[in-house]
């Protein structure tokens, strides 16, 4: 017995709501043939062995992303990232979350193709990022391969500016540490001397989060068979509200100390926190 080919196909949704490629329309549980010599992007009906490969040619968050049966002759380009049939059979279109499931090897990503877990971005083989192509993690930026910038192209850690081999930097190709500014005035302090101080460990004594893994109840999961296979979803906080939710978690204590921070201006906190007591 011939083993059933599974593969993926990325369509276009007309304003009727059906199946477009290229001009064709195309139906669930329907099959659709094209008649003459199979030939990669002139003639057949195109497809991807791998559901990520569909990206290269569909947005996978964007386009109609549908698990197909292949039934044809087939031929594939010279990478296999493409393939060309005569005959198809469109099974389903996958949910969203499906598409997730499915794109990433890591867990609990709501951007595509990540190795790693809890991504928001694409492309990430670390964690956390909400930027693309990061092997570092907690990336904001691109193509980072240290952690926790908001710039791209560091190999250092906790760069804002690009191209950094430093750590905490703003500037762009910069290999020594700066003194750094806080509420907008100078102070003596490096960006090392102001983490291994008591500030820093109040500031991070609390719990700060911009997304939150949330898992789907029993009831939810029963009701939604894509809801069962991933679990839950990344909730995500704006940040001011995340701000509120970090303060409130902290002691009083640490509030205190917060606010003995050189240079501390309430209105300035408040203006980027949120936050007024």
Known sequence: MELTKIAYKGFDVDSNGNLNC???IYKVGEIAE???????????IHFCWRLNDVHNYYNLK??????????????NDNDMLKSCTDKIKVLEILTKEQVFAISNTGNYNSGYRNSGDRNSGNYNSGY??????????????DYNSGDWNSGDY???????????????????FCNKQEKIRIFNFETNMTHKEFYNSKYWEALNSGSFYLTEWVYYTEKEKAEDKAKELIGGYLKKYEYKEACKRWWDSLSNNDKETIQSIPNFDKDVFKDITGITN
């Open 154 to 172: 560091n190999s250092g850690n906790y760069n804002s500016g690009n191209y950094n081999s430093t750590d905490y930097s703003s500037g762009i």
């Open 128 to 141: 956390y990022n909400s930027g693309y192509y990061n092997s570092g993690n907690y990336n904001s930026g």
């Open 62 to 75: 964007e386009k109609a992303i549908c698990k197909v049966e292949i039934l044809g002759e087939v031929i």
């Open 34 to 44: 094209t008649k003459g010599k199979l030939e990669m992007c002139k003639n057949g």
């Open 22 to 24: 290229r001009g064709k």
